[in-house]
Nanobody, 127 residues
Framework: QVQLVESGGGLVQPGGSLKLSCAASGSIFRLNAMGWFRQAPGKEREFVAA????????YSADSVKGRFTISRENAQNTMSLQMNSLKPEDTAVYYC????????????????????WGKGTLVTVSS
């Protein structure tokens, strides 16, 4: 089993920045990728970004390209999401996810492509 714990959520003004982190523990040697998803009130959970562990290749949703950056710290088994130029529409619960599957496009695989999930952290963008 794999356990994922998110941290770093909070309230930020439009145009501001926030950094989310996800710590993985357990059978992490089985993982091939980790990612971030988000779910806004009344909406479905959607893909935000992912990173493939083997080569560090990253994937991002069009809505966050140029603003959000996903990164990893292998030694600490952590993944981060640096969010800049935040907009009110970025308000959501952000979930960390991970998968054992090696794939060419984690964005296309979406929610079904992930095997493990964290409990989420709330990001609110408001003035």
């Amino acid at each position: 089993q794999v356990q994922l714990v998110e941290s770093g959520g909070g309230l930020v003004q439009p145009g501001g920045s926030l950094k989310l982190s996800c710590a993985a523990s357990g059978s992490i040697f089985r993982l091939n990728a980790m990612g971030w998803f988000r779910q806004a009130p009344g909406k479905e959970r959607e893909f935000v970004a992912a990173i493939r562990w083997l080569d560090g290749r990253t994937y991002s949703a069009d809505s966050v390209k140029g603003r959000f950056t996903i990164s990893r710290e292998n030694a600490q088994n952590t993944m981060s999401l640096q969010m800049n130029s935040l907009k009110p529409e970025d308000t959501a619960v952000y979930y960390c996810a991970a998968t054992r599957t090696y794939a060419s496009d984690y964005a296309a695989r979406g929610i079904r492509g992930m095997d493990y999930w964290g409990k989420g952290t709330l990001v609110t963008v408001s003035s």
